[in-house]
């Protein structure tokens, strides 16, 4: 555990703690939501082969998971270790565009 304290840079067990259980909130919310989501998109789990359908549900999941965790971030009042998070993930996925600062020239 002191190993992930020192590479997130958190100082107490107890904020280790209420990351952990925002990790486990925010991925079982993001799975409930996905459902009532691609249902009212239209997708049917019987319209469709498995193979379609997994990935596509994984796909609404994904943008789902980004809000809530920055949401449940929030609330919990570990809304910067959240962002920071967040914005380290979407770079390693090749996204950091979406938080370059434009300078004026």
Do not use: H
Request: net charge positive.
């Amino acid at each position: 555990m002191e190993k992930l304290k020192k590479r997130w840079g958190i100082t107490s067990n107890f904020q280790l703690i209420v990351i952990f259980i925002v990790f486990a909130i925010t991925g079982s919310t993001s799975a409930y939501l996905s459902k009532p989501v691609i249902e009212w998109i239209g997708i049917s789990k019987d319209a469709m082969s498995a193979w379609l359908y997994i990935p596509l549900r994984l796909l609404i999941i994904f943008p789902v998971y980004q809000v809530l965790l920055v949401f449940f971030g929030f609330i919990s009042g570990q809304f910067k270790f959240f962002w920071n998070f967040e914005k380290k993930m979407l770079r390693s996925m090749g996204l950091g565009f979406l938080f370059k600062n434009k300078k004026s020239s």
